[in-house]
């Protein structure tokens, strides 16, 4: 599957984003979606996930409360809306998609990179104080 990131931006600090990632399949609903975030110099670090009816979600705790994930199976799009933001958001952020593994949704296993197997291009979000 081919995923297509967009939506980010420079937005001032406590300000909003809403990043969209769109699909190339309708196969879409069977997959989990997630969004990392990879800042200069530190290593990809997962945001949120979602399973693959909307019905669940996961989140980093530093995002918790200020981001949401949702999605819409019949766009095919997952889309991370961003809220309060600051500068230690400043980072480009991947989604991906998870395709394997149970049908059952289980939000804390799944916070590393490589329990996804297809991902976007990458949006560049900046936070400026």
């Known amino acids: 599957v081919q995923l297509q990131a967009s939506g980010g931006g420079l937005v001032q600090a406590g300000g909003s984003l809403r990043l969209s990632c769109a699909a190339s399949?309708?196969?879409?609903?069977?997959?989990?979606m997630g969004w990392f975030r990879q800042a200069p110099g530190k290593e990809r670090e997962f945001v949120a996930s979602?399973?693959?009816?909307?019905?669940?979600?996961y989140y980093a705790d530093s995002v918790k409360g200020r981001f949401t994930i949702s999605r819409d199976n019949a766009k095919n799009t997952v889309y991370l809306q961003m809220n309060s933001l600051n500068h230690e958001d400043t980072a480009v952020y991947y989604c991906?998609?998870?395709?394997?593994?149970?049908?059952?949704?289980?939000?804390?296993?799944?916070?590393?990179?490589?329990?996804?197997?297809?991902w976007g291009q990458g949006t560049q979000v900046t936070v400026s104080s």
């Open positions: 399949e309708r196969t879409f609903s069977l997959y989990v």
């Open positions: 991906a998609a998870r395709a394997r593994g149970s049908i059952y949704y289980s939000g804390p296993s799944y916070l590393s990179p490589t329990d996804y197997d297809f």
């Open positions: 979602i399973s693959r009816s909307g019905g669940s979600s």
